[in-house]
């Protein structure tokens, strides 16, 4: 397993250590703005299995929760790589399209605000907000955020 990353002009990299937690998209509309684009891919990983090198700033930014979130982004040319939701500590989300190989979405969420364009073909994981994670993730990521 190798799962490595950067951002746009390399002065981030990155390595994350262990498995992922889960792999999700989100189409809410704090990620469109974010991105830019229709969705952004999340790979969530423990906060101690992310490996970053590279000269990196951070801002917090308004979440739908009202806790915030700390995105991460390469100061010299801005590509948002990872975030740390306030309200789940000891993890971090690392913008999957930023990995060397990125990884497919285990399940979509807030397909509710889905842009109309936007087909997905696997409708068994779409959820129109957030779906519940002790039913979702599987048995090993949940051991290990306990
Ligand atoms: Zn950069
Ligand atoms: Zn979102």
């Not at 002065?11 to 952004?40: M, R």
């Not at 285990?106 to 889905?114: G, P, R």
Request: charged fraction near 25%; hydrophobic fraction near 30%.
């Amino acid at each position: 397993m190798n799962l490595k990353g950067s951002c746009g002009c390399n002065n981030v990299k990155y390595t994350i250590k262990n498995n992922p937690l889960f792999t999700q998209a989100c189409h809410c509309k704090d990620c469109k703005k974010s991105t830019g684009s229709s969705f952004v891919i999340h790979t969530m990983v423990l906060e101690k299995d992310l490996e970053v090198e590279g000269d990196i700033a951070s801002i917090e930014l308004p979440t739908g929760s009202g806790k915030g979130v700390n995105a991460y982004f390469c100061i010299i040319c801005g590509v948002y790589v990872f975030c740390r939701y306030n309200i789940s500590t000891g993890r971090v989300a690392v913008r999957s399209q930023t990995l060397n190989n990125p990884i497919q979405p285990q399940a979509h969420i807030f397909v509710k605000d889905k842009d109309p364009w936007i087909e997905i073909s696997d409708k068994s994981i779409c959820y129109d907000k957030m779906y519940d994670r002790e039913k979702i993730w599987p048995t090993e990521s949940l051991n290990r955020i306990k």
